[in-house]
């Protein structure tokens, strides 16, 4: 066998000779390839008129009819006669002139063949008559709002119909991931039956609408009038219950929000059943923590709920939970902010027996507790500032013990023990963190005091150990506490 050397010439003119043949072959299979895909290019996205019009006799129209009586006659904004908005506003007057009848028009879908309309509580809220317009024409007069729930501004509604109806399931809240398709189906601005379609853009957003914010943000249209409709995933299930909209101009700007479907589903079970939410409640008052907190509390991260207050005879209470801890898990779920905690407890059956972590001065404790049921009553006191300056400083607080003057004077009450606040110096880490005169500082980390000079001496303490900060537990007044992580170097 014979081998044969190439020259370095005729080396580089067969590689030329083999990119050419390439290149050509990928550009007559480009172009054949562009010749097929292009018209199906040119089309756009896949059509979904077919998943349209398979929901859309399930989406209902909602008008409300609020009397208003005995009042004084204000002008009510009327659209121009013929306009698609004429219905939007109505009033008229009584033959004494006394009364106005003011309309108005969310969204709603029916979850159940015999009658029931989902919607939002503030939809129907103080309305006299309540009215659902169907897709075919129908128009059925709500006979009983079977219950309302408004932290999460969901409602249940019950109609008589001849026949059965068309409903539509839920589906999976938890799987929806941001870039998924979505369809709003409602009202908006009376106009019924509008279609609008986009992705989910967030998942678990917090606007501070209610203590159990998670909801779904999408940029699909939703404008006044969607509020109650379904938002779908394209397997026709409601993902969602459209609620709010952030807008300047009144109208949408792509930003739109939805009660996830997960948290809906439990509200209206509750609702169908008991015609009242049940919610989980365990009996603490809980704070953030931030990472000077965290570090005075030995914690590498500032994750969890602080427990600045403790229920007595509650269930926290009793389960051994105490002020100072942070719970970090609740029922097998991790807490990292303090925010989420009111959602796990809220949804967390009443009576269930759930493990609780809890860092407690460095270390996990886990301990066991019985779900209490949620009672709500917020009862908050004002506290009176104080300009006169007495007493000792420290960390930049003027204290003074506790007396029946200053009681009297900051409304502080009788089973409340610590040291006063008088005043706080401009520019301090105090002022810095909003303590304010009137507080009264009853724990200097996790020791109690009640004099100026016990203060003093455990400050002194913790600079000896060489501790940055100092974790100070202020009661603000009779319900509530408050941790604060004050400098030890100015």
Not at 106 to 115: E, N
Not at 232 to 249: K, L
Not at 322 to 343: A, M, S, Y
């Amino acid at each position: 066998m014979t081998f044969s050397r190439i020259s370095p010439a005729r080396a580089g003119a067969l590689r030329a000779n083999a990119a050419y043949n390439a290149a050509a072959a990928l550009l007559l299979a480009a172009t054949i390839w562009l010749g097929l895909a292009a018209p199906a290019l040119a089309r756009g996205p896949e059509p979904v008129s077919e998943l349209a019009k398979d929901l859309q006799g399930a989406v209902v129209n909602i008008s409300t009819t609020q009397l208003l009586s005995n009042g004084p006659s204000v002008p009510v904004p009327r659209a121009p006669e013929g306009s698609p908005f004429d219905e939007l506003f109505e009033d008229f007057l009584d033959e004494r002139g006394q009364a106005r009848r003011i309309n108005s028009l969310g969204s709603g879908f029916v979850i159940d063949p015999s009658g029931l309309i989902v919607t939002n509580n503030h939809v129907i809220e103080n309305a006299d008559e309540i009215i659902v317009n169907f897709a075919d024409g129908r128009k059925l007069t709500v006979t009983e709002v079977i219950g309302r729930d408004d932290k999460t501004d969901l409602a249940l509604l019950r109609v008589e119909p001849d026949e059965a109806l068309q409903a539509v399931p839920f589906g999976d809240s938890a799987k929806m991931e941001v870039g998924d398709w979505v369809m709003a189906i409602g009202n908006p601005f009376g106009l019924g039956g509008s279609v609008s379609l986009g992705i989910v853009s967030a998942v678990k957003r917090d606007i501070n609408a209610g203590p159990y914010d998670a909801f779904i943000q999408t940029d699909a249209a939703i404008n006044r009038g969607n509020s109650g409709g379904p938002l779908f995933n394209m397997d026709g299930e409601v993902i969602g219950v459209n609620t709010a909209i952030i807008s300047p101009t009144g109208g949408s700007i792509g930003i739109g929000f939805a009660l996830p479907a997960n948290t809906a589903q439990r509200v209206i079970a509750q609702l169908r059943e008991y015609g009242e939410t049940r919610r989980g409640w365990i009996g603490v008052r809980i704070q953030d923590l931030n990472e000077e907190i965290a570090a005075s509390l030995g914690m590498d991260e500032a994750k969890g709920a602080l427990v600045a207050a403790v229920t007595p005879d509650g269930p926290a209470a009793e389960a051994g939970i105490e002020v100072g801890d942070v719970i970090v898990r609740f029922n097998d779920k991790p807490v990292n902010t303090v925010r989420q905690l009111p959602r796990v407890v809220a949804e967390t059956p009443i009576g269930a027996e759930v493990p609780v972590v809890v860092n407690r001065r460095g270390e996990r404790v886990t301990l066991k507790l019985t779900v209490g049921r949620l009672v709500e009553d917020e009862n908050e006191t004002a506290v009176k500032p104080m300009e006169d300056d007495q007493g000792d400083t420290v960390l930049g607080l003027s204290l003074s013990a506790l007396s029946d003057p200053l009681r009297d004077e900051y409304g502080i009450a009788e089973d409340v023990e610590g040291v006063i606040v008088t005043d706080v110096a401009p520019g301090s880490g105090a002022a810095e963190r909003d303590i304010t005169p009137g507080s009264v500082i009853v724990e200097v980390s996790h020791k109690p005091v009640s004099t100026p000079d016990e203060v003093r001496a455990r400050v002194a303490e913790l600079k000896e150990l060489g501790r940055a900060t100092a974790l100070l537990l202020f009661a603000l007044n009779a319900d509530e506490m408050k941790f604060v992580a004050l400098p030890l170097d100015p």
